[in-house]
């Protein structure tokens, strides 16, 4: 059994920057894909941004390539999610998740393979 605990979301401007921090506790591989997903209201959850916990290799999605960055602390088991230049489409539930066996580029982003989920942050962008 895994453990997620997030904090760090809130509200924000358009423009400004928030950071997620994720930390994994109780039976965690150590390859692993760990990352952050997002709902908003009405629709389906995507994937933001997940990494390696083994090769620190990253995948994101192209809405926020260029403006978050996934990171992590192993010693911490913590995965961080810096979200720059907000924007209003960004307003949203996000979520951190870990699935063992690591990330792959055809299936990073595919919420039901993930096996433990966080209680998710809420996330507001306002305009």
């Known amino acids: 059994q895994v453990h997620l605990v997030e904090s760090g979301g809130g509200t924000v401007q358009a423009g400004g920057s928030l950071r997620l921090s994720c930390q994994a506790s109780g039976s965690t591989n150590s390859n692993s894909c760990m990352g952050w997903f997002r709902q908003a209201p009405g629709k389906e959850r995507e994937g933001v941004a997940t990494i390696n916990t083994i090769t620190g290799f990253t995948y994101s999605a192209t809405s926020v390539k260029g403006r978050f960055t996934i990171s992590q602390d192993n010693a911490k088991n913590t995965v961080y999610l810096q979200m720059n230049a907000l924007k209003p489409e960004d307003t949203a539930m996000y979520y951190c998740?870990?699935?063992?066996?690591?990330?792959?580029?055809?299936?990073?982003?595919?919420?039901?393979?993930?096996?433990?989920w966080g209680q998710g942050l809420q996330v507001t962008v306002s305009s």
């Open positions: 998740a870990v699935k063992s066996l690591g990330c792959y580029s055809d299936s990073w982003s595919f919420p039901n393979l993930f096996e433990y």
